[in-house]
């Protein structure tokens, strides 16, 4: 798998349905119904998407689960100059989860 929508249709085959959205403390989804918190979500696998010649083109995929929640999804954000702001406490669990 080389492209983003590979990787995506790939984790969706996988039982990875839902599309979270990064807010600075949590991950929202359906409809910005539920917030995830960090204590609540595990990343199962990642991928990394480097652009070859614009660092815009930067990016990162998270597969993320949550027992508690009974949900699968995917978390997609940029990173390096196009990263999205977050909180501590979000850049700890997306990267000790990851690790």
């Given at each position: ?44 696998k ?42 501590h ?11």
């Amino acid at each position: 798998m080389t492209t983003l929508t590979e990787v995506l249709d790939h984790l969706h085959r996988e039982g990875y349905t839902t599309d979270f959205n990064l807010k600075d403390n949590c991950l929202e989804c359906h409809g910005n119904m539920l917030q995830i918190f960090p204590h609540e979500f595990s990343v199962d696998k990642t991928y990394r998407f480097e652009g070859m010649t614009d660092p815009g083109d930067e990016a990162i995929i998270y597969a993320i689960s949550s027992a508690k929640h009974k949900v699968k999804g995917t978390l997609v954000n940029g990173y390096g100059p196009s990263s999205s702001a977050l909180t501590h406490e979000m850049v700890q669990a997306l990267h000790q989860k990851t690790s």
